[in-house]
């Protein structure tokens, strides 16, 4: 079987999956543009050839090294980046060469714009926030009129939170058209609520591989506008009607062999037309990983693989390996350079080393919405979760992330049983 890696190097976790597909005995043929010898030694083991372009985004040399690849291996029968950056050009690339297992150029307006999106979430009848797409000033005022500010807008098409503003009032909506906008934006109702997600890998059949969730306690808008500290983590356990959601979310798509992402809003307050305080709002589509180190974070916090689970699917369609063991929440921490902490990370280690399974520096390229000093660690109860995450994100100004962290207990009481390693500390580099 040959598969064609797009962007094997980056972002780090990527050269994961092809490590494991080449254990399974796929012929894993990488694209990159990272030098060759710059590559680790493990992705270099994994690789069965590595064609190096100037620019991934240059189409004319993407489609020269498949061409290459398919001149010298013969069929492709799976190419992918595994990166919401790159999911347009996959598609091209598979409906180019006719490669069969994955998403095509037609199948992308739901994958990619926000507001054909919405119409998945009403096939599998998960309640949304109003919109319409921000065509014009006056338009938007009457939508405004509609649902109240304040109001989300961003780009139909785009990745993760980069471009997106919440506007409370009619300075900021004037703002807002008074910008040169080189993109069609979508404009939201405010959902009042945390984001939570549905996380893993589905099938062949559609069916669901590996199950996780990660919640969000502040705004990932926020995170990556206003420079605040990242914090989120994985769940112990994947609620039922997140679990249930997603499945409804998959079947409508009918998804079959990916990885996938799915956001929700768990509401704070009950809201009109959506539901009450607790209840899943729809957010977000995406057909690939969880972004940064999430897929190592379910792997720490599950005792499991996704990494070889998806190799697994890939290689033959269906699970060649069991996964036992403790269940923890695996929190995620990111400071900024900027801003100033009241612990130092000789005083973070000390106090939480034995639960760390992760230490180092997110790389320049993520760092806006990820932090710079990255802390992964996991722990037994939600307590002692949220007591790690005040101490190591508290300034001087304020309580960590701009978050209240509920039952926070004092750093002195902070030294919980640590959760069981599961596998070497790792850098985040």
């Given at each position: 079987?040959?598969f064609v ?13 092809c490590?494991?597909?080449?254990e399974?005995?796929v012929t894993?043929l990488g ?14 083991g994994?690789?069965?050839?590595y064609?190096?372009v ?8 993407m ?8 001149f ?14 790159w ?17 095509k150029?037609?199948?992308?307006g ?5 507001s054909?999106?919405?119409?998945v ?6 309640p ?5 797409l ?5 338009a ?7 649902v109240g500010y304040?109001?989300?807008?961003k780009?139909d ?12 009032n ?11 906008l080189d993109a ?11 984001v939570t ?5 589905c099938?062949s059949?559609g069916?669901?591989?590996?199950g996780a969730?990660?919640?969000s ?15 989120y983590y ?28 799915l956001e ?6 009950a809201?009109?037309g959506?539901?009450?305080k ?25 005792s499991t ?10 290689a ?11 269940h923890?929440?695996?929190a995620?921490?990111?400071r900024?350079d ?5 612990h130092?990370?000789a005083e ?10 992760m230490v180092?520096r997110?790389?320049d ?5 990820m ?8 722990f037994?109860?939600?307590r002692?979760?949220f ?6 994100l ?5 309580s960590?992330?701009d978050?209240?962290f509920?039952d926070?207990p ?5 030294q919980?049983?640590?959760a069981?390693q599961?596998?070497h500390r790792k850098?985040?580099?």
């Amino acid at each position: 079987m040959n598969f064609v890696y797009i962007s094997p190097h980056f972002p780090a976790v990527m050269q994961n999956f092809c490590t494991a597909l080449r254990e399974n005995g796929v012929t894993v043929l990488g694209i990159g543009d990272a030098p060759y010898e710059t590559l680790s030694d493990s992705l270099r083991g994994a690789l069965q050839e590595y064609y190096r372009v100037d620019d991934l985004g240059n189409y004319d040399q993407m489609l020269r090294a498949v061409a290459y690849f398919t001149f010298k291996y013969g069929k492709i029968d799976y190419l992918e980046s595994n990166n919401e950056y790159w999911l347009e050009q996959d598609a091209r690339l598979r409906t180019d060469f006719n490669i069969t297992t994955g998403l095509k150029t037609a199948d992308m307006g739901v994958y990619k714009c926000k507001s054909r999106m919405k119409e998945v979430y009403v096939k599998a009848g998960i309640p949304a926030a109003r919109w319409q797409l921000a065509t014009t000033a006056e338009a938007a005022a009457a939508f405004v009129q509609k649902v109240g500010y304040p109001i989300i807008v961003k780009p139909d098409s785009g990745v993760g939170a980069c471009g997106t503003w919440k506007l409370n009032n009619d300075a900021d909506l004037n703002s807002f058209f008074a910008k040169q906008l080189d993109a069609e934006y979508i404009m939201e109702e405010f959902v009042p609520g945390e984001v939570t997600t549905f996380d893993g890998v589905c099938g062949s059949q559609g069916e669901v591989l590996l199950g996780a969730s990660h919640v969000s306690p502040s705004s990932i808008m926020d995170m990556v506008n206003d420079g605040n500290d990242c914090f989120y983590y994985v769940c112990k356990s994947v609620p039922t009607d997140v679990a249930a959601a997603g499945r409804s979310v998959l079947a409508a798509l009918d998804a079959k062999n990916r990885c996938f992402h799915l956001e929700f809003f768990r509401l704070s307050q009950a809201k009109e037309g959506m539901g009450r305080k607790g209840d899943i709002v729809a957010l977000e589509i995406n057909m690939r990983p969880a972004g940064g180190f999430t897929p190592d974070m379910i792997d720490y916090a599950y005792s499991t693989s996704l990494y070889q689970i998806y190799a697994d699917m890939v290689a033959f369609g269906e699970l060649r390996h069991s996964y036992t063991g403790p269940h923890a929440y695996c929190a995620y921490f990111g400071r900024r350079d900027h801003r100033q902490y009241l612990h130092s990370h000789a005083e973070i280690m000390a106090l939480y080393g034995t639960h760390m399974h992760m230490v180092g520096r997110m790389p320049d390229a993520l760092s806006a919405a990820m932090g710079n000093q990255v802390y992964i660690a996991c722990f037994d109860t939600k307590r002692a979760l949220f007591g790690a995450a005040d101490y190591v994100l508290r300034t001087a100004q304020r309580s960590a992330c701009d978050v209240a962290f509920p039952d926070a207990p004092s750093s002195s009481a902070a030294q919980s049983k640590p959760a069981k390693q599961r596998g070497h500390r790792k850098s985040a580099n």
